[in-house]
């Protein structure tokens, strides 16, 4: 096998790599420096034929399928080997930065143009792929494309989705030219890999310039609905009050509280509150919230989910309310591939780089895809962890570190024919 350390072992381009970030940052540009590309609207619409524009000059052909999902296939010596994957996706949040995903992707493009660069003929065909509406803004739910495509998601009902701006998911696939009729069945995988940004600040205060991502943590929503009573601000009593956004604070400081105790791995919040009323004078009624519960270990996850119910339960009562909590969805944790994980690790290893050992916190494509093929992840630091804002920023040469660990991870998977050199 090829070792990356060997003075022609193949390396990204660097420049290429932050320029293309660049290119794709002028389309869609909120606040200066931020991004909004919403998934098959006219900017993402742009950016997937700008993509589509540079694989085709690498030489690789492309499919996509009902979902829009995109795939730049580069041919491998055996045409019966299964393909060798690596992708993420170009669609943003409203008010996202110029990394999250898109530096997935383009990094699989540079590997793969890396390759071409050194000459290097590889025994799997490689494949580089854009999975459609990962961030689940304009469409949901999140993850839309990859859970499609891993039979998550029935094709009528992918088809029937409506947008929050009243569009079907079909029609807009197919409006702005991406609508294929390649099936799953079309593509065996080998294995699938993805780079991302870490998204926190982990790498960053360990001073480390790669991840290994281990595993993507389950994740739990339940809906929490808090019931007491309507009253006047200024007749009723402090101690004869059911005052349900007071209970639902309490339940706040509850939740926190839980989670601590749940251990360093896990995740409890609430990033939606809701009142059925919003009168200055009146004392709410009901109040509504969702809680976002996320852990590495199912049972642990299981049992945060319970802990956090009763935690609900108590708090209100405290405040003569009532709370009744419900599950919204479920999503199991998801181990990578041990033999993936492994040549990620042994490649940033190889390469000189520091690296950890990770979990990621957030969901992405490569949970859905891992229930298909041996999967792993590259994670890179971001500037102070921050991402979904446009303030969002990775620095080149950990970009490029990134890339490079993907590309060797890819070659070793995929096997080297030739190289310039006649060394095989």
Not at 69 to 94: C, E, I, K, W, Y
């Amino acid at each position: 096998m090829a070792h990356p350390r060997r003075s022609n072992a193949p390396h990204v381009n660097a420049d290429r790599l932050w320029s293309r970030h660049m290119e794709l940052a002028r389309v869609g540009v909120v606040e200066e420096v931020g991004n909004c590309r919403l998934a098959l609207s006219d900017e993402d619409g742009t950016v997937r034929d700008m993509f589509a524009g540079w694989c085709r000059e690498a030489g690789l052909t492309l499919r996509s399928d009902r979902a829009g999902n995109m795939f730049a296939l580069r041919a491998g010596r055996d045409p019966s080997r299964a393909v060798v994957a690596a992708g993420s996706h170009l669609d943003t949040q409203p008010h996202g930065g110029r990394f999250d995903g898109i530096s997935g992707v383009l990094a699989a493009l540079e590997a793969i143009e890396a390759l071409n660069d050194a000459g290097i003929e590889t025994e799997a065909p490689l494949a580089v792929i854009n999975w459609t509406n990962e961030e689940g803004v304009r469409f949901a739910p999140g993850l839309l494309g990859s859970a499609w495509f891993a039979g998550r998601i029935a094709d009528e009902t992918l088809d029937n989705i409506v947008s929050a701006d009243g569009a079907r998911f079909a029609d807009e696939v197919a409006r702005i030219g991406w609508r294929g009729d390649m099936l799953p069945v079309d593509l065996t995988l080998d294995s699938f890999f993805e780079l991302h940004i870490e998204q926190g600040p982990v790498l960053e205060r360990a001073g480390a310039q790669v991840g290994v991502v281990t595993s993507v943590q389950g994740l739990r929503w339940l809906d929490v609905a808090i019931t007491g009573r309507d009253s006047h601000a200024g007749t009723t009593p402090l101690d004869l009050r059911k005052d349900a956004l007071l209970a639902a604070g309490a339940i706040l400081v509850a939740l926190r509280r839980t989670g601590l105790a749940a251990g360093p791995d896990a995740r409890v919040s609430v990033g939606r509150l809701a009142t059925a009323t919003d009168g200055p004078s009146t004392i709410v009624g009901h109040a509504d919230l969702v809680i976002d519960i996320r852990h590495p270990d199912q049972g642990a996850l299981d049992r945060l989910a319970r802990d956090c119910a009763e935690a609900c339960c108590t708090a209100a009562a405290e405040f003569d309310c009532e709370a009744e909590v419900s599950e919204r969805f479920a999503i199991p944790p998801q181990l990578f591939d041990r033999d993936c994980v492994a040549l990620v690790e042994t490649a940033a290893r190889a390469l000189d780089l520091d690296y950890l050992r990770l979990p990621s916190g957030a969901l992405h494509d490569a949970a859905n895809i891992a229930a298909l093929t041996p999967t792993a992840m590259v994670f890179v630091p971001c500037r102070d962890g921050i991402s979904h804002n446009v303030q969002e920023y990775a620095a080149p040469e950990d970009l490029a570190a990134g890339a490079d660990v993907l590309l060797h991870a890819m070659l070793e998977r995929a096997g080297i024919v030739s190289r310039p050199d006649g060394q095989g």
